[in-house]
């Protein structure tokens, strides 16, 4: 390779680098939605696993600013690692439910609903089923960031005719990487990139 074709490939790589900072922000801002309610009748926690402190503490703070009077979180069926403190694998929505408290949400606030909470789409049929037996008529959806943009649309598909929906979501830097930095963690990197082929993959399938 001579000296001349290193250089324009040198040159190459700095633009690209320099188009992919510009444009890797905007890519991670595009998936974050906000539809805030003034009031509702619930805030529904999806479930997250591993992201479910950041989601907790967003409910609490919106039940706390008295934006509703009850919280509905899902099940996953996931569970955490060991706990030396309870002896047992403690399932994350266990571990939500302790958060919301901790964070001063009264326990008979909070209603684990029932059914298989392993997908987006399935938590949104367990959410219509609570809202065609129940006189619920608004829902504040709270989800990471990353994950607002697909929910809302999943949601209002699913049952957005029989509730008004809104979606908040806590800020990034907690348990969510920063837009403008995203790429450079691992979490990141999953989360969006992840999010973009889910979207894909639910446009076409649903």
């Not at 949400?105 to 909070?110: L, M, N």
């Not at 008004?164 to 790429?183: E, K, R, V, Y």
Request: glycine share 8%; aromatic share 10%.
């Amino acid at each position: 390779m001579t000296g001349s074709k290193k250089i324009r490939i040198a040159i190459a790589l700095v633009f690209a680098a320099a188009a992919w900072t510009f444009i890797a922000p905007f890519a991670a801002r595009f998936l974050i939605v906000e539809k805030p309610l003034e009031k509702a009748d619930a805030v529904f926690v999806l479930s997250g696993a591993s992201k479910y402190k950041e989601r907790a503490k967003k409910a609490a703070e919106l039940y706390k600013a008295g934006i509703a009077p009850r919280i509905f979180l899902s099940d996953d069926g996931i569970k955490a690692g060991w706990s030396n403190e309870e002896e047992r694998n403690p399932p994350f929505v266990d571990l939500a439910k302790g958060t919301l408290i901790e964070h001063g949400v009264p326990p008979e606030a909070i209603e684990i609903l029932p059914g298989d909470a392993r997908s987006t789409y399935s938590e949104a049929g367990i959410l219509c089923t609570k809202i065609q037996n129940s006189e619920i008529k608004s829902v504040l959806l709270v989800t990471s960031p990353y994950h607002t943009r697909r929910t809302l649309g999943i949601f209002n598909k699913t049952c957005g005719k029989d509730a008004a929906l809104g979606i908040a979501s806590p800020q990034t830097g907690d348990q969510t990487a920063n837009p403008n930095t995203w790429w450079l963690s691992p979490n990141g990197l999953a989360d969006v990139f992840g999010e973009y082929v889910k979207l894909l993959y639910y446009s076409v399938s649903y």
